[in-house]
């Protein structure tokens, strides 16, 4: 997988997700770099609203993405561990943008081509991760790269929450 992020030599972790892979009822995994399988994407059946968890090779629930019971707009709420966040579309926009609230601590925004999967994740204006599609023949299937330190776990239930608010 090449690299997204452009202009910095930061090292970076490299994950491969499937488009659109968040169904109601599916399950679906996120690779790393090496093509070896990381995180399963549990899709929750049976639910009225889009709930999926995140586990990791040995089936512990490592973080929970939830559609809130009532809610005025596009959002998704992300549990890890302790960290709580909630993922939301900002409705008047000249780009596509989603604004990520995270509980005490600094907010996060994602930008770019967000449907096609052309996006970047920005903290204060500096960039933490990337998404793109571009990196790959597969159809379907598109990359993240994470800056190494961030939260990992976190960037991917934030991409997991715009692949599933953009299916619509």
Known sequence: MGLFGKGDDAPRLRFRMREKMMSVGDDEWIENGDGDRVYKVDGKAMRMRDTFALKDLDGHEVAWIQEPMVHMRDSMDITVGELHAN???????????????????????????????????ERDGQTVAWASK???????????????????????????????????
């Open 134 to 168: 571009k990196w790959f023949r597969m159809r379907e299937t598109y990359g993240i790269e994470v800056v190494e330190g961030e939260n990992t776990l976190l960037i991917l239930c934030i991409a997991v929450c715009i692949d599933t608010m953009n299916r619509g």
């Open 87 to 121: 993922v939301k579309k900002k409705m008047i926009s000249i780009r596509d943008k989603f604004i990520i609230d995270v509980e005490n601590g600094k907010g996060l925004e994602a930008h770019g081509n967000l449907v096609d999967h052309e996006y970047e994740i």
